[in-house]
């Protein structure tokens, strides 16, 4: 039976807030301002390829693993770039889409949020927030009256390490000042959600959001408030 966890660290986009609209409409809409007109899907797919080449591409082998703000903002750069090649005003078009995911109104709360945290507060248990993003996080975490009572949020620009190395975990750790089994990470990446974690000896579970979710997964944050529960029947 896992030790009942002082400290449940919630991931944030894909765990507790999704872009609305989606990353993939809102740089549709905002390319066509700076005259790129391309398909949805074709953004969609160029995003995905330019997220996933953007830890090669923007830090050099020394720096794997580790960020900044400097480095976040200038890695966003990149990927806009490498999306909307085409745009007029590459810069004009970058900073636009970069305040507009600043903003908590382009953002939304998943459905089961407000009941889980309220539940967990009933519970009496400790609630954080750790993600891989910038200082932008506070501002849309700010936005959400749900989340604003979340008294930690830890970002990898601020903590100088990026999940799922293992620095990130490590100084959440000295942060909270617990040890690394009583902290349980939820999130919807099984690399940064879970194995990272798990490496560095906290309890992990992935949260996976679809109808037919995988079963070592729970399939919404209610789980959560089940398996607490019946941790503490046990």
């Given at each position: 039976?896992?030790v009942?966890?002082?400290?449940?660290?919630?991931?944030?986009?894909?765990?507790?807030?999704?872009?609305?609209p989606?990353?993939?409409e809102?740089?549709?809409?905002?390319?066509?301002?700076y005259?790129?007109?391309?398909?949805?899907?074709?953004?969609?797919?160029?995003?995905r390829?330019?997220f996933?080449?953007?830890?090669?591409?923007?830090?050099?082998p020394?720096r794997?693993?580790?960020?900044?703000?400097?480095?976040?903002?200038?890695?966003?750069?990149?990927?806009?770039?490498?999306?909307?090649p085409?745009?007029?005003?590459?810069?004009?078009?970058?900073r636009?889409?970069?305040?507009?995911?600043?903003?908590?109104?382009?953002?939304?709360?998943?459905?089961?949020?407000?009941t889980?945290?309220?539940?967990?507060?009933?519970?009496?248990m400790?609630?954080?927030?750790?993600?891989?993003?910038?200082?932008?996080?506070?501002?849309?975490?700010r936005g959400?009256?749900?989340?604003?009572?979340?008294?930690?949020?830890?970002?990898?620009?601020?903590?100088?390490?990026?999940?799922?190395?293992?620095?990130?975990?490590?100084?959440?750790?000295?942060?909270?000042?617990?040890d690394?089994q009583?902290?349980?990470m939820?999130?919807d990446?099984?690399?940064c959600?879970?194995?990272?974690?798990?490496?560095?000896?906290w309890?992990?579970?992935?949260l996976h959001?679809?109808?037919?979710?995988?079963?070592?997964?729970?399939?919404?944050?209610g789980d959560l408030?089940d398996?607490l529960?019946?941790?503490?029947?046990a």
């Amino acid at each position: 039976m896992p030790v009942r966890p002082r400290w449940i660290v919630f991931d944030a986009v894909g765990t507790l807030i999704t872009p609305q609209p989606s990353v993939a409409e809102a740089y549709t809409s905002v390319g066509r301002r700076y005259g790129v007109d391309l398909p949805v899907e074709v953004v969609r797919q160029r995003f995905r390829t330019a997220f996933h080449e953007s830890e090669t591409a923007c830090f050099a082998p020394q720096r794997r693993g580790q960020t900044s703000e400097v480095e976040e903002l200038a890695r966003w750069r990149w990927i806009v770039r490498e999306v909307l090649p085409e745009a007029a005003d590459a810069e004009a078009c970058f900073r636009e889409l970069w305040d507009h995911f600043a903003q908590a109104a382009n953002w939304r709360c998943y459905d089961d949020v407000d009941t889980a945290l309220t539940g967990l507060r009933q519970r009496n248990m400790n609630v954080a927030i750790a993600s891989n993003f910038d200082e932008r996080l506070q501002e849309i975490v700010r936005g959400f009256s749900v989340l604003a009572e979340v008294p930690r949020v830890f970002v990898s620009s601020a903590l100088g390490a990026r999940k799922p190395d293992p620095q990130f975990y490590r100084r959440i750790e000295i942060d909270l000042a617990t040890d690394p089994q009583t902290l349980l990470m939820v999130g919807d990446d099984h690399q940064c959600d879970v194995l990272g974690p798990q490496q560095c000896g906290w309890q992990a579970r992935r949260l996976h959001r679809s109808p037919d979710p995988d079963i070592d997964c729970w399939g919404s944050l209610g789980d959560l408030i089940d398996w607490l529960d019946h941790t503490a029947a046990a």
